[in-house]
């Protein structure tokens, strides 16, 4: 077994097992992020990010970390949950050693990303959320269906 107070001998093994969970809705909880990823693993830890400072101070960031026990759980979990619709938008998994060369390169091709991430199931989850969120949300889904809609025709000339 892996000495926990050398972050050395750990180092490799915790990587390798723990997810980057982005685009997360601003109404998805602690609580629900690990009800969603507990049925492919052990969840050891959670890391739930939130704003600290300046006018979102106590609100999600809209990612977190997930760390299982064992990197064939992470795996699964990735596999099964990348993707997949929460609140109405697609879950960003990846492992954490992934997650910024991922980032790069969806922030490169943003357009063709939201396009093809269809799949998955709707997951409503309750919770308290700010009118500024609800706002945020309503307009960041008729953007996405106005993105959808100018894929599917040709743009008309205004």
Known sequence: MADLQDPRSFADERSESRLYVGNLDLRITEAALIKMFSPYGKIISEDFLWHTRGPKRGEPRGFAFIQYSTKE????????????????????????????????????????????????????????????????????????????????KKPKAS
Do not use: F, W
């Open 73 to 152: 759980e992470a795996k699964l979990a990735k596999e099964k949950m990348h993707g997949r619709l929460a609140c109405g938008r697609p879950l960003m998994v990846r492992l954490a050693s992934e997650k910024y060369l991922e980032e790069a390169a969806a922030q490169n091709s943003s357009k063709a990303g939201c396009n093809t991430i269809k799949s998955g199931t709707t997951s409503t989850i309750s919770g308290q959320v700010s009118r500024s969120a609800k706002i945020a949300a309503i307009k960041n889904k008729l953007k996405a269906l106005d993105e959808e809609r100018d894929g599917a």
